[in-house]
């Protein structure tokens, strides 16, 4: 079980999430719990500041395929993972397991 910390992702998505992702815990930024994963909506967080805030966490970052200019931004922020919301949801258990080697 990861501990999964969640910015910026919209309370409809978390449920997505946590629904893929059953068996892992997720947090909020003021958990006591320190997290394995962050996922993070790039269009609603600036992706240079979650990197000085975790910058030992892997982190995935996603948007909508619009957002070409997110996705690079996060890219040269250095998250491990940068990828369209659409692609998240067909892969989520997959990208935790490759990131942080926990299924």
Do not use: C, Y
């Amino acid at each position: 079980m990861a501990t999964i910390l969640l910015i910026g992702v919209d309370l409809f998505f978390r449920g997505k999430l946590e629904g893929l992702l059953s068996g892992h815990r997720f947090v909020t930024s003021d958990s006591v719990h320190a997290p394995d994963l962050v996922i993070t909506d790039i269009a609603r967080v600036e992706p240079d500041e979650v990197v000085d805030a975790w910058p030992d966490i892997p982190i995935i970052g996603f948007t909508n395929h619009t957002d070409r200019a997110g996705l690079r931004r996060a890219h040269t922020a250095g998250f491990d993972q940068v990828i369209v919301k659409s692609a998240l949801v067909e892969r989520a258990p997959e990208l935790v397991s490759e990131l942080i080697g926990v299924s």
